[in-house]
Every structure is written in structure tokens, then in C-alpha cells.
């Protein structure tokens, strides 16, 4: 039976990447000259700091664009208000929504078994599951999910005939 998951991952080096790359550009910029402006990836989040707030403002924008054009979705972001930290500093902390919760899963889930397709949908953790006797129904769920506006970004890995 034909089969594929439904999943939200987030490419780790790409997102680095993008980092580094938004690290080198408020480094060279003369708008970023003497703010110290930086950003760094933690585990599960990425810091921005600045010497103000207009700047790291400038340098979230900055940070965004480079997330854009890696081919990562900004839906995989969450927070980012801007905090004072000492020194008339102030710092961003973006974190990285990766794989489904319990909540997200079960919407997604309920979304399929509404279609009123005849396929089956089965919670496994952080993916969804989603079996079918023909490989067109699967394809019209694919179609279905990819025009809700889903608060997470979703990838849909694993398709098997």
C-alpha cells in the first residue's frame, strides 16, 4: 500500500550557513561599523545581538533574507522580540520549531480523515503517517495540506508505492 509521512524538519546547516553568511555581511556593512552586531546558532535557537535596537532590528532583516534565500522557511522561526541585556545591548532570541507536537499532529491528522479521501492517518511520534490503497489519494492530500496555511512548515518524505 502506497505510503508517505508528513513531517517538519528544518535543515540544520543550511540554517548555519545562512547564519555565517548574515555574520559576514553586518561585519562588512558600514551601517553595522562599531555595533558589534552578531548572531549565533545554539541548539535549538539563534541569538542575534546588537548595540542597539535599531540595529538589531536591521540585522534580524538581515538574518531573515539569508534564512530566505537558503531555502528555509521562516515558519520554522519562533519569538524574536527584541530584549535589553546590560550594557545598553540588546539581543533577540529566535527559537527553531523542529518536528510536530502532539496538538499539530492530531490537526493534521483530523485535516486528512475530514478530506473525506479514503486514506488512513496515523500519529508516530513527531510524524504523520498516511496510508492509502491508491497512490492518488495520496497525491490529492499531499495537494490538500500543501494549501492549508499551517503555522509549522510542512515536508512530506518517504513516499513509497
Do not use: W
Request: glycine letters at 6%.
Amino acid at each position: 500500500m502506497p505510503t508517505f509521512d508528513v513531517v517538519s524538519q528544518v535543515n540544520l546547516q543550511e540554517v548555519r550557513n545562512a547564519v555565517d553568511q548574515a555574520n559576514r555581511e553586518t561585519a562588512t556593512r558600514y551601517d553595522f561599523k562599531g555595533s558589534d552586531t552578531k548572531a549565533a546558532l545554539g541548539d535549538d535557537a539563534i541569538t542575534v545581538e546588537s548595540s542597539t535596537e535599531d540595529r538589531l532590528k536591521a540585522a534580524v532583516d538581515v538574518l531573515k533574507e539569508k534564512l530566505v534565500r537558503r531555502k528555509v522557511s521562516l515558519k520554522s522561526l519562533a519569538g524574536g522580540d527584541p530584549q535589553q541585556i546590560g550594557g545598553g545591548r540588546y539581543k533577540a532570541v529566535f527559537a527553531l520549531n523542529q518536528g510536530l507536537d502532539a496538538d499539530s499532529a492530531r490537526f493534521i491528522s483530523k485535516r486528512i480523515r475530514d478530506s473525506g479521501l479514503k486514506v488512513q492517518a496515523q500519529i508516530n511520534g513527531d510524524l504523520v503517517r498516511v496510508t492509502a490503497k491508491k497512490r492518488d489519494d495520496l497525491q490529492e492530500v499531499i495537494a490538500d495540506l500543501r494549501e492549508m496555511d499551517f503555522k509549522l512548515p510542512l515536508q512530506y518524505i518517504n513516499y513509497r508505492d
